[in-house]
């Protein structure tokens, strides 16, 4: 069912530890069980599994379960082992794991969607189970109860969502590009505001409740930082990706973003280092360098007897230029743009060698890659896609500041007083 790669990791890449196989169709969500040598899938096969590393270093499923509708998503609580199940008819499964891991038994059945469920998260802290569908809606329902408390609908299919326990506002993401903040309460809710920055649909989502930082990743291939805890706007734009980025996670510790695009790439981006919002493209009817016009601007062609040009943004500045007057091309990593973008050339002069040193590093996952997972604790990252496979990795985090020896130090004395 699994084959062992590596028993320990040889580099500071991500080293492949496990290739689990034994599904029969696409995996949509895969989770590692904290503390355990453990994977949790669910697969458009219908089936859930559970995975245990063996003797022999090896994951066979320990558990099996087939379910009436192909498996869409999944959210596991770990402290109290229950695990909800989205399908592609529109039902949440909600099952208590033994401890064990050897049995799951049926809880309750949610009628949350008319149509496949998306995402979901559930939250211990209020029994609530907020879950988006390509119904187009976001609903969240009582655990305790399983009844519906509230549901609110959009233009268009809701992909993705990330929720804050402390205060109940939830971030969705839906296909048009949209990011929609709204505070939910028992019986009903409130629209916060629209974040709005991404030209194609939302893949993924990640919300950090410490910084207050929340992450979104795109079919345009980039990813962007809002930084709503400081409540001016800020927005870091992220450009490391050559396809659709489905998958993205912060690790507050060190402060590094990783994300994952469908066609295997694995970036690592750094957090720690002062970066520039990129510059709003501006409008013009004629270049703003050589004043020559757009092909648009029929009043300048014809008093200046000349052909209208095509219009281009350099991205540093954010001027609106002729072809010939952003002939160059160059990457600028503080501005999020690790590949060569263009610029106008009065830009161009103006960067320096330093300015192209690179602030992200680039991984291949070597197989599509549409769901991710990681315990940073223990340095391990799991990856799941179309092709069936799940692949286990060992990730060696940079220690730019000696936090993986304090961290070493502090468990080793919190052993010794029996802290824990």
């Given amino acids: 069912m699994a084959a062992e790669i590596h028993s320990r990791p040889q580099s500071s890449r991500p080293v492949l530890l496990n290739k689990i196989e034994g599904h029969s169709d696409a995996v949509n969500a895969a989770v590692l069980i904290p503390k355990e040598d453990g994977v949790i899938t669910v697969s458009e096969d219908r089936t859930i599994r559970v995975w245990l590393k063996r003797d022999s270093g090896q994951y066979w499923p320990s558990i099996y379960h087939t379910v009436s509708s192909p498996c869409s998503c999944m959210s596991y609580h770990h402290d109290s082992r229950r695990i909800f199940i989205g399908q592609d008819n529109g039902a949440i499964v909600e099952f208590l794991l033994s401890e064990d891991f050897n049995k799951m038994n049926h809880v309750k059945t949610y009628p949350a969607h008319q149509n496949r469920v998306s995402d979901m998260v559930f939250s211990l802290e209020s029994e609530w189970v907020v879950s988006t569908g390509h119904d187009k809606s976001v609903s969240w329902m009582c655990t305790q109860s399983g009844s519906m408390l509230g549901r609110h609908y959009f233009d268009s299919w809701a992909s993705c969502l990330q929720y804050d326990n402390d205060t109940q506002h939830v971030f969705i993401g839906d296909h048009s590009g949209q990011i929609t903040l ?16 991404h030209e194609g649909s939302i893949g993924a989502l990640w919300w950090d409740p410490v910084q207050r930082l929340l992450f979104s990743g795109a079919s345009d291939h980039s990813v962007i930082m809002w930084d709503i805890g400081g409540r001016k706007g800020r927005t870091l734009l992220l450009q490391g990706h050559h396809e659709r980025v489905q998958a993205v996670r912060y690790l507050q510790l060190t402060r590094q973003l990783v994300s994952c695009s469908a066609d295997g790439g694995v970036t690592v981006w750094n957090m720690d280092t002062p970066r520039e919002e990129a510059p709003q493209w501006l409008d013009s009817d004629s270049c703003q360098k050589c004043e020559q016009p757009f092909f648009w601007n029929v009043k300048q062609m014809w008093d200046s007897k000349t052909i209208g040009l095509r219009q281009h943004h350099c991205r540093k500045c954010g001027k609106a230029v002729c072809g010939k007057c ?16 263009r610029v106008c050339d009065t830009c161009y002069d103006t960067v320096k060698d330093e300015d192209r ?7 291949e996952g070597k197989h599509n890659i549409a769901f991710m997972d990681m315990d940073p604790s223990r340095g391990l990252m799991v990856t799941c896609g179309s092709d069936r496979v799940i692949k286990v990795r060992h990730t060696i985090i940079p220690d730019h500041w000696g936090l993986n020896s304090i961290l070493l130090h502090f468990f080793k004395y919190a052993w010794k007083v029996k802290m824990f």
Avoid: C, D, I, N
């Avoid at 709204?182 to 920055?197: A, M, N």
């Avoid at 952003?326 to 973008?341: I, W």
């Avoid at 040193?357 to 991984?363: D, P, S």
């Fill in 182 to 197: 709204l505070k939910l309460e028992r019986q009903t809710y409130s629209t916060v505001t629209t974040l709005k920055g």
């Fill in 326 to 341: 952003s002939s160059k091309r160059t990457t600028y990593p503080v501005m999020g743009f690790e590949f060569q973008v």
């Fill in 357 to 363: 040193t690179a602030l992200a590093t680039f991984h």
